[in-house]
């Protein structure tokens, strides 16, 4: 009896640890990134422009803000002179991190007195993508793009009804 009192025991016993639980643990962690932002530090400016009477034209602003021209003359009056820019803006984030950039893919209408003008091809320093100093977080972003000038066109200051968008994300 005491033989099969023990032989259970001892059979119990590793029936026990044969269907035993175990268990195993983990840590959870996150990293808040720093959210990208971006702020206009300038807007661009096409300059004084004297267009052709008989052709349309195009003022091209780069990046750089060097201004090219055709069928159209810059302005040389002193009294109408006028700064040539691109649009620029204060990129912010994460050191380091990378981003996209989407410029404007339709036209912008610039409204004058009487008419009517389009800005498009926008061109971006840098493109497509741009990179975050470090340690920082910040990077300029220039923006230019061409204006289409009519065939005598309007005098007058031609502006957006509404400012286009320039968008970064984060890759």
């Given amino acids: 009896m005491k033989k099969i009192l023990v032989i259970s025991i001892v059979m119990l016993a590793f029936a026990t640890s ?5 268990t195993a643990t983990a840590t959870a962690t996150a990293t808040i990134v720093t959210p990208i932002t971006i702020t206009n530090a300038g807007n661009m400016s096409f300059g004084n ?3 052709s009477a008989t052709l349309t034209g195009t003022v091209i602003v ?6 090219t021209y055709s069928n159209v003359t810059a302005s040389v009056l002193p009294a109408l002179t006028a700064t040539i820019s691109a649009a620029s803006f204060n990129v912010t984030g994460t050191p380091a991190a990378t981003y996209s950039i989407t410029l404007p893919s339709t036209d912008v209408t610039l409204t004058g007195p009487t008419s009517t003008m389009l800005v498009n091809t926008f061109t971006s320093t840098p493109t497509p993508t741009g990179t975050l100093s470090s340690p920082a977080g910040t990077q300029t972003l220039l923006v230019g793009a061409t204006l289409h000038v009519g065939i005598a066109q309007a005098a007058g200051t031609y502006t957006t009804a509404t400012p286009f968008d320039v968008t970064v994300n984060y890759n």
């Fill in 18 to 22: 044969i269907f035993a639980q175990v």
């Fill in 62 to 67: 780069s990046p750089a803000g060097a201004a």
């Fill in 49 to 51: 422009v004297i267009p």
